[in-house]
């Protein structure tokens, strides 16, 4: 009977240990053969008094602003990052993931409420989503609303970047729990950054080689926000969203000179395009990649030095996310978190002559996109199908087990891939620009500029050219594949335009812009 009793008492205490990694099947095999009847009761009272209670993994959300794919991971030859390159190796890099709105505003709208921007009001920069539809579910409200603390540090939603640098920006304030603004010494020193145009810096090329340590900056404030949240969470009882948003490689390129000397700028190129390449363009194309005009026609040593402060900047954002990924490690909560990495939108460093973003091109459209789910993901995969960041709403939702979301919620979850690369849910990706719709494909990119007007149509051959600089939407040869493709591309245009089912819409009044227009 002692025996008994004591094989009771291991037991339980074993279960309420496995019950919280959610192994409670594996605690019976390993108890003896004798006891397992004797127990079993007891056991099965145990497991269903508690498996309300059984832990989740937590989620952390790492999101930059303006990162392109530029990346050691993706096969770039001089960009240095180790730490995102570390995450890679241990989840799933996607090579094909897009954003669905090439503008800061529009696309974190979107990926937070899982539906498309025309599907939420939020087309242009400085609008917000609750004035259009009030009841919407966001991504961190939804896990809050299954038991999880949700916290953000630093940029989510959108931002005026740096103007709006230690306020709110344009955040939702129900969406978390607790909210951080940091706000560092390159806010404070702003006069010391070289501006094209002197006294901006935000929406034009502008950097510096700082003085000072990480930590002064506010994306070294961000990481250490962050790696206190998580201290606070490692003793907590329930799971927690950590949504971390750093303000870089958002223009002003700031970082500590130390990123600066990691790169020789006589390595650097530029891109180049050939004289006439923008008088083969539609119009609206053209004037997505002319927008910025004193980037236009940039002297080759400017552009350089640009990139080279891009560079750096990456480069420093990365040493911030490899602090938030040692803190996982050291306070035990890596086994337990699923890390989801990415950018807001990707980002044009000179490619098609144009610098920042607000394009339907490659460049501008694809992000990065790596996540690590502990059980699922297996180390150093990478899927080559198609994903886009309005996925991440049911993605997450999936892999932590939380009932569905909202029956409005658009996207597609990517957990299938997750598990095994070879899988696609997906077959193409799309992403709109304000009066603009794009469609990529395995082989294509199409881009349907003024619907049903055939002059503004965009068709570039992947294979023969992957810089999309052949417009051949006009060429006899590819007729066929034009067709079907306009006809895949309207398909999802109407998917993305339709109103949201069973959510109140107030429909944007046309002159409701939320910003200047984007094109003079």
Known sequence: MADYNLSV?????DCMAACKASRCAAVLLRMKPRFVFRVGITLGF??????????KPNVVFIMTDDLNCDLGSYGHPLVQSPNIDRLAEEGVLFENAYCNYPVCGPSRASFMTGLYPEQNGVTVLRRMFRDYVPDAVTLSQHFMANGYTAARVGKIYHYDNPKGIGTDGHDDPASWDTKINPRGRDKEEEEKIF???PGSFGATLSWLAAEGEDEEQTDGIVATESIRLLRQYAVAEEPFFLAVGFYKPHTPYVAPKKYFDLYDLSE?????????????LPEPARKSVTAFKPQIDLPEEMARKAIHAYYATISFVDAQIGRVMDALEDLGLKEDTIVLFSS????????HGHYQKNTLFENADRVPLIISA???TQSGRRAQGFAEMIDFYRTLSDLVGLPPPPDYVKGISLQPVLRDVSNTVRSNAFTQLINGYTLRTDN?????????DPDNLELYDRRRDPEEMRNVARNPDYEQELEYLLKVLKGRIADATARPMGLDFTLPDSSDRGVQKIYD
């Open 268 to 280: 650097i190129t530029v891109p180049r395009i050939p004289e006439d390449y923008l008088d083969t």
């Open 444 to 452: 294509f990119r199409i881009t349907q500029w003024k619907i049903d």
């Open 374 to 376: 502990p059980g699922v």
């Open 9 to 13: 008492v291991i037991s339980v205490a």
């Open 195 to 197: 501006s094209l145009r």
């Open 344 to 351: 807001d939108h990707g980002y044009h460093m000179g490619e």
């Open 46 to 55: 145990l497991v269903a008094s508690i498996s309300s209670s059984v832990a």
